[in-house]
C-alpha cells in the first residue's frame, strides 16, 4: 500500500509552512500556499508532482497568500471549509489587506468525499477556535493542523476576527485524544508527537481555561 508523503516549505515573512502531500505523484496537494509562490511552484516541478488541489487549514493571509497563483499555475480548485469561506473572500477578516496585497479566495466547499475524489485517504478534523473554519488533516502517522496547536506548547492566537478560545480548548482536547505517535505538523515551526506534547499542552488548555473565568 501506498503512503502518504509530505514536503515541507517554509514561506513568508511569518515563515509559514506550506505542506506539499502525495501518495501518487499525480494527485499531490499543496496545504497552505502563503507566499513566495514560484519558490512553491520550483518545488511542485522538481519533485515531479502533479498538483490535484490546493487545500487551506484556515484563511489567515500568511496560509493564502500564494493559493490563487498556485491554482492558476496547475489549473487546480482551492478547498476550504464551509465555515472559512467569509474569511476568505475578505481582505480585512483574513489580513491581507493590512498587510500589502488584499487576497480574496473563491474556495470550493472542502468535505469527506472531496478527498475521496481526490484519491487521498486523509481523515478531516473540524477543529475551530483559531479561525471558525479551520481544519486539521489526519493521517495514520500525521496531523497537519494549521494555527491550532504548535510544537514547544504553543497554541493558535485567539485575539483576531472569528477566533473563540472555548472552541480552541475543545479542538486541542480533540488532538490530544489523537494516538501517542501521530506527529504533529503545525502551520509554523517545527513537528512535534502527541505524546511529547501532550503533557504540556493539557497545561496549557488549563491555563486558557483558568484564563476564561
Ligand atoms: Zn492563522
Redesign the pocket.
Known amino acids: 500500500m501506498l503512503r502518504n508523503q509530505v514536503h515541507r516549505i517554509i514561506v513568508g515573512e511569518l515563515e509559514t509552512n506550506c505542506y506539499l502531500l502525495w501518495d501518487r505523484r499525480d494527485s499531490a496537494l499543496i496545504i497552505d500556499p502563503g507566499a513566495e509562490g514560484e519558490k512553491i511552484e520550483d518545488e511542485i516541478i522538481s519533485l515531479a508532482l502533479e498538483p490535484a488541489a490546493v487545500i487551506l487549514t484556515?484563511g489567515?493571509y500568511d496560509?493564502i497568500g500564494a493559493a490563487n497563483f498556485i491554482a492558476e499555475a496547475f489549473s487546480i480548485p482551492i478547498f476550504a471549509d464551509e465555515d472559512e469561506m467569509e474569511m476568505l473572500k475578505n481582505p480585512e477578516k483574513n489580513f491581507s489587506a493590512f498587510v500589502g496585497e488584499p487576497v480574496v479566495i473563491n474556495a470550493n466547499l472542502l468535505n469527506r468525499d472531496v478527498l475521496k475524489k481526490l484519491n487521498i485517504h486523509l481523515r478531516l478534523m473540524k477543529l475551530p477556535g483559531?479561525t471558525r473554519g479551520s481544519i486539521g488533516l489526519l493521517d495514520e502517522k500525521f496531523l497537519i493542523c494549521g494555527?491550532v496547536v504548535f510544537a514547544g506548547g504553543g497554541i493558535?492566537r485567539t485575539d483576531l476576527p472569528d477566533a473563540n478560545p472555548y472552541d480552541l480548548a475543545d479542538s486541542i482536547e480533540k488532538i490530544l485524544q489523537l494516538p501517542d505517535d501521530i506527529v504533529i505538523m503545525p502551520?509554523h515551526g517545527g513537528r512535534s508527537y502527541i505524546k511529547k506534547e501532550r503533557e504540556i499542552w493539557q497545561q496549557g488548555v488549563k491555563m486558557l481555561r483558568e484564563d476564561l473565568f
Open positions: 484556515h489567515h496560509h483559531h494555527d493558535g502551520g
